[in-house]
């Protein structure tokens, strides 16, 4: 080797030299494919699309570690890390590179055939969607050479001698990395504004109207009780829990969405969004629950959805002997098992559009999601929902079933205090003890508080509203001085007792009595 391939010794300038080529030449990979991605839509961004293989393929302990620590916040915590180790890498593969520059080409080709490969399959991508990570991986290289160049022109190897660059080289040096710098910010700013004029729903939402169902049963009086702390009994949208694998969220156009209808049926079903519509049209209240959601959570939310009933459409389509499973899936590729008995037993299982009187939050949905009263989201409430196949549970397998969710998941019988706060320092006197209680499809007949584990006091129920919503309670305590643990449980209209057994939310949802400790002064 000559010494001009190999510099015989180098300074901290040439290696902080070698760190910032490293991240410069990143840099110019995020931002050109951040640039072109438009090109292609969302899926085309290097980390959008690395993130989302890195979802599916972590394993399920990860993500209910996830969303139990970081709850709706693990998306950002995960891309996040990811550009974190990105960074990272860069900087040690520039510092690296000083010696060695093959291995910064090598790093940044690696880079590039992965982030091509992670949104090639990414579903709705395709090798088009490979193009921006080229692209990228191109001006990268290209960068990484051209800096090098700048930095260490190619002079006699007395120059190199003391591993510094001649003056005005690194003038250039710095001249053309802060160019390069401001051109990746403005390449990845300037993509992302297009990928939010040219590939967002929210024009499309703000277009769609939510007409009134003919079929509208009035929520009864009663279902609030007034007690402070207590959630309303209908969840605002924009307080409404959000659970699911995406980590840029689905953008479809009313006027572009469809849905299919296919599978083990006698006839396959098209529907366009104005199709559904002109269906006859129901509003229910129905609470939705997450599998994830552990013992006093979150993981809950009650609203009132407009759409159209599920069953006469699969009477329509003529469903096969055989077909048990109705296996939806979103425009994003997730993947959803419902029992094709329980969307056909009676239960209001829908397609819905409007939420709380507006069309579907876009992070809930729009334009149309599903929903079947009394199954846990991962099997029955599937967000951007554009393909409903009919097959068996031995044919295919769903998202979660795929990672050892059971198949089955209907919701089970949990209550919650809301009010007071576990450790919550409280005067002595009457003080409301009061939550929710659910059990979908069954409805709820009993609360009851147990304090310091006496006698098992019955709370009062609020006006049950369907057997399909939750229903809030309370307990008025006479509260005395002392620390106190409290205790709930809830009887169902079968008469089933919430176990006091914890068992954790996988496979198939928690179960397990809420308690917590107070102090009374
Ligand atoms: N497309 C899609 N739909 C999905 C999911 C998902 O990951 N992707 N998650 C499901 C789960 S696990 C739950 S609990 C509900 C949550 O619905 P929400 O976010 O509107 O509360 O959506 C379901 N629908
Ligand atoms: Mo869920």
Redesign the pocket.
């Known amino acids: 080797m000559t010494r001009l391939e190999t510099p015989p010794r180098s300074t901290w300038h040439t290696r902080a030299a070698g760190v910032g080529i490293g991240l410069l030449s990143l840099a110019a990979f995020l931002g050109v494919a951040q640039l072109t991605s438009p090109l292609v839509g969302p899926a085309g961004t290097p980390a959008i699309a690395i993130g989302a293989n890195a979802v599916d393929l972590s394993p399920h302990a990860l993500k209910a570690f996830a969303i139990a620590h970081f709850g709706v916040h693990d998306k950002q915590i995960l891309l996040g890390g990811i550009f974190a180790t990105l960074v990272l890498a860069a900087a040690v593969v520039g510092f690296l590179s000083v010696r060695r520059r093959w291995l910064g080409l090598g790093a940044l080709g690696a880079l590039t055939v992965v982030a091509a490969i992670a949104a090639a399959v990414r579903p709705g991508g395709g090798a088009l969607a490979a193009v921006p990570s080229i692209l990228g991986g191109i001006a990268a290289g290209a960068v990484f050479l051209l800096l090098w160049r700048l930095r260490e022109p190619a002079v006699g190897p007395a120059d190199l001698m003391d591993g510094t660059a001649p003056l005005p080289a690194r003038r250039r040096f710095l001249v053309g990395s802060a160019g390069v710098g401001a051109g990746a910010l403005l390449a990845g700013l300037g993509g992302r504004s297009l990928i939010d004029k040219f590939y967002n729903a929210n024009s499309s939402r703000a277009d769609v109207k939510i007409p009134a169902a003919a079929d509208a049963p009035v929520t009864p009086g009663g279902v609030q009780l007034t007690v402070n702390e207590l959630p309303p009994f209908v969840t605002a949208n924009k307080d409404?829990?959000?659970?699911?694998?995406?980590l840029a969220v689905p953008q479809v156009a009313a006027d572009t969405w469809s849905l299919r209808i296919h599978g083990m049926v006698d006839n396959e079903l098209h529907l366009s969004f104005a199709d559904l519509m002109a269906l006859p049209l129901v509003e229910r209240d129905i609470t939705?629950?997450?599998?994830?959601n552990p013992i006093g959570g979150p993981?809950v939310?009650n609203a009132r959805w407009t759409g159209a009933l599920l069953k006469p459409l699969l009477e329509k389509a003529g469903v096969h002997a055989g077909a048990d499973q109705i296996l939806s899936r979103?425009v994003?590729g997730?993947t959803?098992g419902t029992p094709t008995k329980a969307v056909v037993d009676g239960r209001d299982a829908m397609l819905a559009f409007g939420m709380n009187g507006e069309p579907l939050p876009l992070?809930?949905?729009f334009p149309v999601?599903m929903l079947v009263p009394g199954i846990?989201?991962?099997a029955s409430?599937?967000?951007?929902v554009t393909d409903i196949q009919l097959t068996s549970f031995a044919e295919s397998k769903a998202?979660?079933v795929e990672r050892g969710y059971k198949e089955q998941a209907p919701i089970k019988t949990m209550s919650r205090i809301d009010t007071p706060r576990g450790l919550a320092v409280l005067p002595a006197g009457k003080v409301p003890i009061a939550g929710v209680a659910w059990a979908q499809r069954r409805g709820i007949a009993k609360v009851e508080v147990q304090i310091d584990g006496g006698e098992w006091q019955s709370a009062q129920l609020a006006k049950q509203d369907t057997v399909d919503t939750w229903i809030q309670w309370v307990y008025l305590w006479d509260a005395k001085k002392g620390p106190h643990t409290i205790t709930v449980r809830a009887t169902d209209m079968d008469g089933y007792t919430q176990t006091a057994d914890r068992v954790p939310e996988f496979p198939d949802g928690a179960t397990g009595r809420q308690n917590l400790v107070v102090t009374v002064n």
């Open positions: 409404f829990y959000r659970v699911d694998t995406a939705l629950t997450c599998v994830s993981y939310g979103s994003d997730w959803c992070i809930h949905g999601r846990y989201g991962y409430a599937t967000k951007w998202y979660w």
